[in-house]
């Protein structure tokens, strides 16, 4: 099961996931101004190893180094899931609300048919028995 991350924890794994590993002062500064304080980032990162989306991975002198164990994917996943949870578990009120303000348009919807029919293909072609 995948742990449920805030938002902070989100963008702390995007940081980890871009520098591979890195010091919760390396976390920290790489946030643009103005920066969450210290004590914020280093709660956070505690509370991500507890949910096994981070691990420590060496220490040097009183300085601990984590490393993400989230992927992106994985990350997306969770993010979408609680997204949906918001709309009652399905696409279609969040899809409605997004064309309501207007951040998804006529073009976006074709894409994402395109899209929609590709993956049925795949998932149909994945089905098919093999002939020998």
């Known amino acids: 099961m995948r742990p449920k991350l805030a938002k902070l924890e989100f963008r702390i794994l995007e940081i980890l996931r871009a520098k591979g590993k890195a010091s919760m002062r390396e ?43 989230i992927d992106k994917d994985a990350a997306r996943d969770s993010l979408l899931d609680e997204i949906l949870s918001f709309f009652g578990g399905r696409p279609q009120p969040m899809m409605a609300q997004l064309i309501e303000s207007g951040k998804l348009t006529l073009a976006d919807i074709r894409e994402l048919e395109e899209a929609a029919a590709e993956a049925a293909r795949k998932r149909k072609a994945e089905r098919k ?3 020998k």
């Open 129 to 131: 028995p093999r002939s």
């Open 27 to 69: 976390v920290q500064q790489a946030f643009p101004e103005p920066r969450p304080a210290y004590t914020t980032i280093t709660n956070t990162v505690y509370r991500m190893e507890v949910k096994k989306a981070v691990r420590r991975v060496e220490k040097v002198g009183n300085t601990d180094i984590f490393e993400p164990l």
